[in-house]
């Protein structure tokens, strides 16, 4: 960060935390692609101290008529309420102002733990704590739930959103992106003819998941983390969202984070709540999830363009759209697809274009990771991935987009070229001219998105769940 950053920050901490003496390092942590983390150091009279800076990217909410977010104050806001409730949470400290300038954003106590989902779901260190996270979970959503929003003031701060609101405006905001990824229009449809009824309204998380807690090896979940999607409406979004194949960190046979069974989430959230969630009412909201999560990601990208935040990770995260895809087709239309294999080079110069791609992927990995720590590192491996998805649509992106190309030609019976083909699917999706039951339809979409994550992430639980599909 700059000198003045800095110097504004230690202005902050100075006034507002007591017995603070100095700033003593100021670390971005990788974690958030929504918003920044920062790990702060300051001197006390009883020696160091660790805190938590949360901040909007660039000091900047981001327009509520472009993406949903509460806005810093009101996150602070819902920390201190959930910790009032039991929900293991840290204790907020200060809630920046325009006049500190520094931006949306604030200050709360650091807790120690891990939050990155695959060493949860997968390091030995958590291997005695796994089985009981899932009913942890259920447990800590539950009290979510109950939190008072009249009584705690955030009534009147979040958004109240039914089920078919939210659909609608994750697909509004799709739309404004003017890039067709028909998946996306078909789940929305599927969605909007699948609404649940007679639904509770309470708090509701929103991006509750493995990633997003904190978790230590002898206590489980000891914080709750990333309130700002946050809003009044539906409860078992939640339950939906924590079982959603992207936060299961290549543990599909685990449901829920990657490392739980659902009836031991269903039996937690019972416990608390007296209440036992419907089994379809919550798969509706995996659904959702995974359709939510496709048309985030493409805002990463379309973010990336328009700024303030164009980091390399941005457009990276954009490339996980078809992750989404690919689980909302193995969720609604399950079935077979077939994958190419990547075919060798045949161009004879010398170095070809493959070569000095793999040359900087493996600089970036072999030599800059080694000498970079926390978020620099990070970046350098997001950009050697993003080189891979540059190799792997090199060698298999033209033949992949000739075969969707000849699938929607059959479709509509007419040549075209790929886009305007695009296209067409997507206006007769959204105008309601295709049946959603077409086999012709369903087929097409569910090898095109597979055919796109294998590009784009072919390592993929989802990907292979649908290779496995008979």
């Known amino acids: 960060m700059t000198a003045e950053f800095d110097k504004a920050l230690a202005r902050v901490v100075l006034r507002e935390i007591p017995g603070c003496t100095e700033l003593v390092s100021v670390e971005r942590l990788s ?13 006390t009279g009883r020696g160091e101290r660790l805190l938590c800076l949360r901040r909007q990217p660039g000091g900047v909410r981001i327009p509520a008529t472009d993406f949903h977010t509460v806005g810093s104050p009101t996150e602070a806001l819902l920390i201190t309420a959930a910790r009032e409730a039991g929900v293991p949470e840290p204790e907020v400290h200060y809630v920046l102002t325009e006049a500190d300038g520094l931006g949306e954003g604030f200050l709360m106590r650091w807790l120690e733990g891990e939050t990155l989902g695959s060493r949860i779901a ?21 009290r979510i739930h109950r939190i ?13 959103d039914s089920p078919e609101d939210l659909v609608r405006q994750t697909w509004e905001r799709y739309q404004r992106f003017d890039t067709p990824k028909p998946m996306v229009d078909y789940t929305a449809r599927w969605l909007l003819e699948r609404l649940p009824m007679g639904y509770e309204t309470t708090l509701v998380h929103n991006d509750f998941r ?14 709750v983390l990333d309130w700002e999607f946050a809003n009044i409406g539906d409860p078992l979004r939640d339950l939906g969202w924590i079982c959603v194949n992207s936060w299961r960190f290549g543990r599909p046979d685990l449901p829920v984070g990657g490392f739980g069974r659902y009836e031991d989430l269903i039996e937690g959230y019972a416990s608390v709540s007296g209440k036992v969630p419907d089994a379809d009412h919550v798969r509706f909201w995996q659904v959702f999830g995974s359709f939510w999560w496709a048309v985030t990601t493409l805002y990463m990208a379309h973010h990336y363009r328009t700024g303030p935040d164009r980091t390399v990770e941005r457009p990276a995260i954009g490339r996980r759209c078809s992750e989404g895809l690919i689980d909302c087709a193995n969720l609604i239309i399950p079935g077979p697809v077939t994958l190419l294999d990547a075919q060798a080079p045949n161009d004879d110069d010398m170095p070809r274009l493959d070569e000095l791609l793999t040359s900087v992927a493996d600089f970036l990995r072999e030599d800059v990771m080694d000498e970079t720590r926390g978020r620099s590192q990070f970046l350098a491996r997001v950009a050697a991935n993003s080189l891979d998805i540059v190799l792997r649509d090199a060698a ?25 083909l695009r296209w067409r699917l997507v206006q007769a999706l959204r105008d309601g001219s295709l049946h959603l039951e077409r086999a012709d ?30």
């Open 148 to 160: 008072d929003v009249d009584a705690t003031g955030l009534g009147d701060r979040l958004p109240r």
């Open 122 to 142: 997968r390091s030995s260190a958590f291997e005695g704590i796994r089985p009981s996270l899932a009913r942890q979970c259920g447990e800590i959503l539950a």
């Open 210 to 223: 493995n990633g997003n807690f904190i978790v230590e090896p002898n206590r489980g979940i000891t914080g």
């Open 396 to 420: 298999l992106g033209g033949t992949m987009r000739d075969r969707e190309r000849r699938r929607l030609r059959s479709m509509f019976e007419t040549d075209g070229e790929l886009v305007e």
């Open 31 to 43: 974690a958030g692609a929504s918003q920044e983390t920062y790990r702060l150091a300051v001197a």
């Open 441 to 470: 339809l369903v087929a097409h979409l569910r090898q095109t998105v597979a055919d796109e994550v294998a590009i784009d992430q072919p390592r993929y639980s989802g990907l292979a769940t649908a290779r496995a599909t008979a």
